[in-house]
C-alpha cells in the first residue's frame, strides 16, 4: 500500500499537478509576455546555473577526495543544487546503476538541503541589496 502511494506520489500525482501549475498559469499569461526575450534570456541563464551548480559540485568532491583519508563519492557533489529532492533522487539512480550497492539518497540529500539553504541566504541578501 505505501509502495503504490509513494509511486503515486513521486509520477501521476506530480504530473496532475505539473498540468494544473502549467494551465493556471497559461491561462493567465499573455503569450506576448511569455514569448519574450527576457523570459528566455532567464530560462538560458537558469540553465546554465544548474549546468555549472551541478559541474562544479562533482568537481570541488573530486578537490576534498584529494586531502580526505576517508573519499566521498563525487556524485555527492552534483545534489548541491537546490533542486529538491530531484537532484538527490538523480545522484541515487546514476550511483545505484553504476554499483547496486550504492545507496546514497540519503548522503545525497544532505548537500541538497543546503542548497535549498544556500539559495534562500542568496535571494535574502539580494532582496536587502537591491531593496
Known sequence: MVARLSN????ELMNIVTIFLGISVGATMSAETFLSFKVIYVFILGCAAFMLATGTGVLFA???????KEKINPLIGAAGVS???MAARVVHKVGSEANRRNYLLMHAMGPNVAGV???????????????
Do not use: C, E, R
Open 8 to 11: 503515486a506520489a513521486q509520477n
Open 62 to 68: 573530486k578537490l576534498m577526495n584529494l586531502f580526505l
Open 83 to 85: 533542486a529538491v529532492p
Open 117 to 131: 539553504i544556500g539559495t534562500a541566504v542568496a535571494a535574502g541578501m539580494f532582496i536587502s541589496v537591491l531593496g
